[in-house]
């Protein structure tokens, strides 16, 4: 599984588009990238996933460049309840397992 | 669906005494994994299953953990004996066959704490 990078944490206001950036320098032709939020108190939510160019669904939107070493979530207009943990993950498709890394932790003001 | 269903929510348990903890995965998916998660180790992988079959244990922390999955609608992880350091949230997640493609849902968690 390649090894993903991502900020620790953000802060950002009600009403702003954010941006989360993944770098994996090392993914391989047959990996894709999903993202996953996980709210206090839940479990991990499966938000997005992409190969290249860009995805985008309800909950955001998944830029993805053509050298697929990083990636970017945008989340639209954010509001306090999109406070949450993100993580970026890459693996292949048929991997049977998911790791987890620390993720960013976005915090929304108001 | 329901979705992933964890019982309990929450367990207060003394140290020494056994500690069970049960997920009932979405009809029809194929994959059940176990993860435990802690401010200091965040989300680590403890075991999964394949059609109700042990895949891949080597997150199991010690052999006072043990998983099983008797059929394709409940698993259970037992601590025995629990110690604090087992104090953590435990999830317990399912996906389809292709798991990583169709991305897995998780449970509300149970959390686990042991004075």
């Known amino acids: 599984l390649a090894k993903t990078t991502q900020p620790i944490s953000m802060d950002s206001y009600e009403g702003q588009e954010v941006n989360i950036t993944c770098s994996h320098n090392?993914?391989?032709?047959?990996?894709?990238i999903t993202w996953y939020q996980q709210f206090p108190s839940q479990g991990p939510r499966f938000i997005i996933q992409?190969?290249?160019t860009k995805v985008t669904n309800e909950v955001a939107s998944l830029f993805i460049p053509a050298d697929r070493k990083s990636s970017t979530l945008s989340l639209p207009r954010v509001s306090l309840s999109d406070t949450a943990v993100y993580y970026c993950?890459?693996?292949?498709?048929?991997?049977?397992?998911?790791?987890f890394g620390k993720g960013t932790r976005l915090h929304i003001l108001p | 669906d329901a979705g992933v269903i964890q019982s309990p929510r929450h367990e207060v348990t003394e140290m020494g005494q056994e500690v069970t903890l049960r997920c009932k995965p979405i009809?029809?998916?194929?994959?059940l994994f176990w993860y435990r998660q802690t401010m200091m180790r965040g989300l680590e992988l403890l075991i999964y299953?394949?059609?109700?079959?042990?895949?891949?244990d080597s997150g199991m922390p010690e052999d006072r953990f043990s998983a099983k999955m008797p059929n394709a609608s409940f698993s259970t992880l037992k601590i025995q004996p629990s110690e604090p350091r087992d104090s953590a949230v435990y999830f317990c997640?399912?996906?389809?066959?292709?798991?990583?493609?169709?991305?897995?849902?998780f449970g509300s968690g149970t959390r686990l704490t042991v004075v």
């Open positions: 090392n993914i391989a032709t047959n990996d894709y």
């Open positions: 992409g190969y290249k």
């Open positions: 299953f394949n059609n109700n079959v042990p895949i891949d």
């Open positions: 997640a399912s996906s389809p066959a292709i798991s990583f493609q169709e991305g897995y849902t």
């Open positions: 993950l890459v693996g292949e498709y048929g991997d049977d397992k998911i790791i």
């Open positions: 009809s029809g998916h194929d994959y």
